[in-house]
């Protein structure tokens, strides 16, 4: 079953900026929440590598889209943050079209606008929008030093009473715990015990509920992973499928992935083809999940870059390595001591 949400869409974001990553939003006429998309993928033609912002563009007789509620969307079953892997993201032309399409939580989803207004914003736009918040930034630090503004040296005045002035302490003679005798004198002893007897009333649906959650994070439930796909999807080394074999199965596996609140994100070095392998050699057989986590409303993800060396070199570089013995993607190496820990 497909799901339609042409009608409803006002406009939105699609983000292509990095390889294999598909991000953004969709708004929708008359609801203040937009789904956001985290998908797994590429744009292609003149969306691949692109950022693009879109509205619907009212027709010949002032028409809008559809209006929808939260609620009705709800009624649904809409996911709100849209997980899984993009299947067409382009602009048609003749006439023009956007066509937004994937896979996620609700199975095989499509938008197309007929016509839409296109915004393409370049990377250096974004920089010069970083640029400008940063100049405001300092602008603002630059109004302390204007004429008439109060520094903290100009806000306070030292008044010197000699050498041997005592400084007043209007508690040295009190209570210190209540100077003014606010409070009865068994104010403590009262609280405590009716702290002691009070429980809360949590209902039988929310402990269910938080049952459930402990199952999740705990492991209790877990299922393999590979055998969550129905029907069964047979997975044969990547040694005997071409590039278009191996793509076109690991979608399918990333779909079925999605429909399960299961995601699988994938950085700019890997491939299809080594993705394939990461799923199909560890992921799959080696990992589990809770089986309800759609209903539950948990979304499990697993992103290549936690296997991905030079994911790690980078990372290195960037916030640089606190120990060249620790190996984060070792279980069994402890992370070193932190030494500014202040117990």
């Not at 497909?2 to 409803?8: A, G, P, V, W």
């Not at 996620?104 to 393409?120: C, H, K, S, Y």
């Given at each position: 079953?497909?799901?339609?949400?042409?009608?409803?869409?006002?406009?939105?974001?699609?983000?292509?900026?990095?390889?294999?990553?598909?991000?953004?939003?969709?708004?929708?006429?008359?609801?203040?929440?937009?789904?956001v998309l985290q998908l797994t993928g590429n744009?292609?033609?003149?969306?691949?590598?692109?950022?693009?912002?879109?509205?619907?563009?009212?027709?010949?007789?002032?028409?809008?889209?559809?209006?929808?509620?939260?609620?009705?969307?709800?009624?649904?079953?809409?996911?709100?943050?849209?997980?899984?892997?993009?299947?067409?993201?382009?602009?048609?032309?003749?006439?023009?079209?956007?066509?937004?399409?994937?896979?996620?939580?609700?199975?095989?989803?499509?938008?197309?606008?007929?016509?839409?207004?296109?915004?393409?914003?370049?990377?250096?736009?974004?920089?010069?929008?970083?640029?400008?918040?940063?100049?405001?930034?300092?602008?603002?630090?630059?109004?302390?030093?204007?004429?008439?503004?109060?520094?903290?040296?100009?806000?306070?005045?030292?008044?010197?009473?000699?050498?041997?002035?005592?400084?007043?302490?209007?508690?040295?003679?009190?209570?210190?715990?209540?100077?003014?005798?606010?409070?009865?004198?068994?104010?403590?002893?009262?609280?405590?015990?009716?702290?002691?007897?009070?429980?809360?009333?949590?209902?039988?649906?929310?402990?269910?509920?938080?049952?459930?959650?402990?199952?999740?994070?705990?492991?209790?439930?877990?299922?393999?992973?590979?055998?969550?796909?129905?029907?069964?999807?047979?997975?044969?080394?990547?040694?005997?499928?071409?590039?278009?074999?191996?793509?076109?199965?690991?979608?399918?596996?990333?779909?079925?992935?999605?429909?399960?609140?299961?995601?699988?994100?994938?950085?700019?070095?890997?491939?299809?083809?080594?993705?394939?392998?990461?799923?199909?050699?560890?992921?799959?057989?080696?990992?589990?999940?809770?089986?309800?986590?759609?209903?539950?409303?948990?979304?499990?993800?697993?992103?290549?870059?936690?296997?991905?060396?030079?994911?790690?070199?980078?990372?290195?570089?960037?916030?640089?390595?606190?120990?060249?013995?620790?190996?984060?993607?070792?279980?069994?190496?402890?992370?070193?001591?932190?030494?500014?820990?202040?117990?």
């Open positions: 079953m497909t799901l339609f949400l042409s009608e409803y869409v006002s406009g939105g974001e699609i983000i292509n900026s990095r390889q294999n990553s598909v991000h953004g939003y969709l708004a929708f006429h008359g609801c203040g929440r937009p789904v744009c292609a033609g003149a969306m691949a590598g692109a950022h693009l912002r879109f509205d619907v563009r009212p027709d010949s007789n002032g028409l809008e889209p559809l209006p929808v509620t939260e609620e009705q969307l709800n009624e649904l079953r809409i996911a709100w943050m849209q997980i899984g892997v993009t299947a067409e993201m382009s602009i048609q032309k003749n006439p023009t079209r956007l066509v937004l399409e994937w896979y996620g939580q609700n199975g095989r989803t499509i938008v197309e606008l007929a016509d839409p207004l296109l915004e393409f914003v370049d990377a250096v736009d974004e920089e010069l929008e970083l640029d400008d918040e940063d100049s405001l930034d300092d602008d603002l630090d630059d109004d302390d030093d204007r004429p008439g503004s109060r520094t903290p040296e100009a806000s306070f005045e030292r008044i010197d009473d000699g050498d041997d002035a005592e400084p007043d302490d209007p508690m040295s003679d009190a209570d210190e715990e209540d100077p003014f005798g606010l409070f009865p004198a068994d104010l403590k002893e009262s609280l405590e015990s009716k702290a002691s007897a009070w429980s809360p009333e949590v209902d039988d649906d929310t402990l269910a509920q938080w049952k459930e959650w402990d199952e999740v994070f705990d492991g209790t439930k877990d299922v393999p992973l590979s055998t969550l796909f129905d029907p069964p999807i047979r997975l044969p080394s990547s040694d005997s499928l071409n590039d278009d074999e191996v793509a076109a199965l690991f979608r399918t596996i990333l779909a079925q992935l999605a429909l399960h609140n299961i995601a699988f994100h994938m950085c700019e070095h890997f491939t299809p083809r080594g993705a394939y392998e990461l799923l199909r050699g560890h992921i799959l057989p080696e990992h589990g999940a809770h089986p309800d986590l759609p209903r539950i409303g948990y979304t499990m993800n697993f992103d290549t870059a936690e296997f991905c060396d030079d994911c790690q070199a980078e990372a290195d570089r960037k916030y640089g390595k606190t120990d060249t013995d620790f190996d984060a993607s070792d279980p069994d190496t402890d992370p070193p001591p932190d030494d500014d820990v202040p117990f």
